[in-house]
């Protein structure tokens, strides 16, 4: 095997969708996307296998992406337009194919009582609030639409900086999920932008609700950058990102974006966090039990 399939740095295409049943997690060729399914193959017959360090490192990242994309998903015929309907779920259905990937990959260090990897659906559906490992920034309420952009335009570039790192990551399975996933989030930073754009130059009205919705998520954005032992020990075996590391960047580039709209960077302190040690906002148990619903009432159930 070569050192590029073996530390994820080379080997890696999104290629395009409908890829060949046969794509291996640490070879992902032109024309072959990884996919869950090729991930939970990999897991199930031992070809690829997370360290307890580096699966609760993707469950968090997954349950970012996860709790996202369920907010998101309320858009669904609320937007302000026919178009954002479509572009406000796509982008739910991008952040929900990471969470699959992120959460079957951490599945594969953990198991059910039968002694079976644990499923993305296990890990979707049937843990608790203070199981989840999401920061807080995610699972804040959609308020309005200005709102809502203000948290996608913090999240796309953070997520942005986050994936476009982890793709030299040493863990090949990480490295070719964030492949797949930087190319779909940068196509989130340009939407978030051009709305950011669009609603501080727009009417005085639209202006204000920029400045609310920007003033309104920015205390959980310190969260996004903070270390702790696990990204420490992980980054130091070259398979994750320590998240200070992503501050300058992210920071840069929101910068042009908000001088460009003439609005300053938020002035307001920064939440309290916790969401990596499973200490969440009030809002999160709502969501859960909305999402979780169906699942808890009719386990094992398929249609």
């Keep these: 095997m070569s050192t590029a399939e073996t530390t994820g740095h080379g080997d890696i295409s999104t290629g395009v969708a409908g890829g060949d049943s046969n794509a291996s997690a640490t070879r992902i060729t032109p024309g072959n996307a990884l996919r869950p399914e090729d991930i939970a193959l990999e897991v199930k017959t031992g070809l690829a296998k ?165 003033r309104t998520m920015w205390p959980y954005v310190a969260e996004l950058f903070r270390d702790d032992e696990l990204t420490q020990r992980l980054a130091e075996a070259g398979a994750a990102v320590v998240p200070s590391s992503l501050r300058e960047d992210f920071d840069r580039l929101t910068g042009e974006v908000l001088a460009e709209a003439e609005l300053e960077v938020p002035d307001v302190p920064a939440a309290p966090g916790g969401g990596r040690e499973g200490r969440h906002s009030e809002h999160l148990g709502y969501l859960l039990a909305e999402m979780q619903v169906l699942a808890r009432e009719h386990p094992g159930a398929s249609w």
């Design 50 to 214: 997370p360290t307890e360090d580096v699966a609760e490192y993707a469950l968090r990242i997954g349950d970012d992406a996860l709790i996202l994309a369920q907010r998101l998903g309320h858009w669904i015929s609320r937007a302000p337009e026919l178009e954002e309907d479509i572009a406000l779920g796509n982008i739910a259905l991008d952040q929900l194919g990471h969470a699959r990937s992120f959460l079957t990959y951490a599945g594969g260090a953990m198991t059910n009582e039968d002694g079976s990897a644990k499923s993305e659906d296990d890990l979707a559906y049937f843990r608790r609030e203070h199981e989840f490992r999401s920061v807080q920034l995610f699972e804040q309420p959609n308020g309005d639409f200005a709102a809502t952009i203000a948290r996608q335009f913090v999240v796309s570039y953070y997520q942005f900086e986050l994936y476009r790192r982890l793709t030299e990551s040493t863990d090949a399975t990480l490295a070719a999920i964030a492949a797949k996933a930087v190319k779909e989030v940068d196509y989130h930073r340009d939407h978030s932008a051009q709305w950011v754009l669009r609603l501080a130059g727009g009417t005085d009205e639209s202006r204000r609700r920029m400045i609310h919705g920007l």
